[in-house]
């Protein structure tokens, strides 16, 4: 799906520019290709639906720039398949500032899985601060499932916890599994 996106994008590229790529691969680098500041490099055929069918598989080939487009990417900014850089894009992406299917960011993140230092946003998101998505575990998480010190969610599983089932030290919840409400029943029953 990516691939299709990212040829997409290409095909317009290439035709605002007025560059010649017709339906082969893609190898521009500017100023020049000794020292280039934009490269790039694909080895897909670009049609203007994204999708063409009559590839046969072809070896990726790697970008490197200042700004990076390819298959696989590597520059300050990276976009491609396989993106490395310091602000990534990708299907598969690290970088400080990760963008991508699996983002790997030591900044922040964003992806189906995330994983951050700081930051990340993802259906499964993973990070040292603050983590958003499904599946958070984080020192804060916010998220269906919320596991972390302070944790936010459905099912919210960590010493703070705020969700329909709370599960930890101190807390609220519709279902409150909490230290402090079975000291508040012990309290009752045991005086």
Known sequence: MFYRIRNRILYRIGKLLKLDWENGEINYQWPSKYLPIVNIRTSGQITSNGINYNVFRKCNKVAVGLIAIGDIAIGAISI??????IISIGAIAFGLFAL???????IA????????????????AFSFKLAIGAVAFAKIAIGCVGIGLTAFGVVAIGN?????????????GLIPLTVDVFRIIKNLFLG
Request: overall charge positive; cysteine-free.
């Open 80 to 85: 491609g398949g396989l993106s490395l850089g």
């Open 100 to 106: 991508g299917a699996i983002g790997l960011g030591w």
């Open 109 to 124: 993140s964003i992806g189906a899985i995330a994983l951050g230092k700081l930051f990340s946003v993802g259906a499964i």
């Open 160 to 172: 703070k916890v705020l969700g329909l089932v709370a599960i930890g030290n101190h807390g609220w």
